[in-house]
């Protein structure tokens, strides 16, 4: 992967590198198996640069981990390009191999299909959801574009079922803390971290709500952990108080996501289908 630039003002090169977000460890890796090329010469970090040099910075090749094994399954693009892919993950799958879940996931399903396309890339997971939610998913295609995305805020936005009718709109604000009990489940706790969830009812029938929702922070089960604790648990929730016979996995669906492209100065919208939750709603 490179990068190019064009040079307006007298500067080091490591300094350069430094103020556009490239870390000390991308730039470690760009000396052992990248390069660093001034109108057309190989050269190190300690270049001094001057207006109108030609930059160009070659990423380091990363080598995808041992532990990882491609899952040839066909994925469900939402966007792509040469520096990021957004994925639509079913429920069921996680994102990433887990302890209980050691293949099949979705970064294991993008390595596949990287794959297929001859492209040897390592993908890094930027946005994650629970094994049991769907939607949106975001990955990097190198880690250098997995740091530039954590430096750049993402808006999410949510559909879920809930159990009961709730307030037409609200903002849930309640700390989130883990569980004493458990190493996975999380509760509302002064003591834990700042919290804080935006909901608006779209649609109510018998006995059942259905909202948007936002969320303003990205605590682990966030939203899981507020609808519960303001009595409106998510249906399939096992966890936080909504199950259902019919349904066993949260019916909790990321719908949209939105940010400023970190390369491309542009604000990028993906939308995945409504109607999957929605018409879940209207079978219910």
Request: net charge positive; glycine share 6%.
């Amino acid at each position: 992967m490179k990068f190019t630039f064009n040079i307006t003002a007298t500067e080091m090169l490591r300094s350069f590198l430094q103020r556009h977000h490239f870390s000390k460890r991308t730039i470690s890796a760009i000396k052992h198996n990248g390069a660093l090329v001034v109108n057309g010469q190989t050269v190190t970090v300690r270049k001094q640069l001057v207006v109108g040099d030609i930059l160009e910075v070659y990423l380091g090749e990363e080598i995808p981990s041992t532990n990882l094994k491609p899952y040839y399954q066909q994925l469900n693009i939402l966007f792509e390009d040469e520096y990021l892919i957004v994925v639509s993950k079913p429920a069921y799958q996680n994102c990433a191999p887990s302890r209980d879940h050691l293949h099949y996931s979705i970064v294991e399903q993008v390595l596949g299909y990287l794959n297929k396309k001859h492209h040897v890339i390592n993908p890094h997971i930027v946005t994650r959801l629970d094994r049991n939610t769907s939607g949106i998913v975001i990955l990097a295609k190198h880690g250098f574009i997995h740091h530039l995305m954590s430096h750049i805020h993402i808006d999410k936005k949510y559909l879920c079922i809930c159990y009961g009718k709730t307030e037409m709109e609200g903002t849930i604000d309640a700390p989130i803390a883990r569980h004493p009990d458990s190493i996975i489940q999380r509760r509302v706790d002064v003591s834990g971290k700042i919290a804080q969830t935006r909901f608006k009812r779209v649609k109510y029938k018998e006995g059942f709500s259905l909202c948007e929702v936002t969320l303003l922070t990205g605590r682990t089960h966030q939203i899981r952990v507020h609808f519960q604790h303001i009595g409106h648990a998510i249906v399939g929730d096992d966890l936080y108080g909504g199950k259902h016979e019919s349904y066993h996995h949260q019916l909790l669906r990321c719908v949209q996501v939105s940010f400023m492209h970190p390369l491309k100065d542009q604000k990028v919208v993906i939308n995945d289908k409504y109607d999957a939750i929605e018409t879940l709603f209207n079978m219910i």
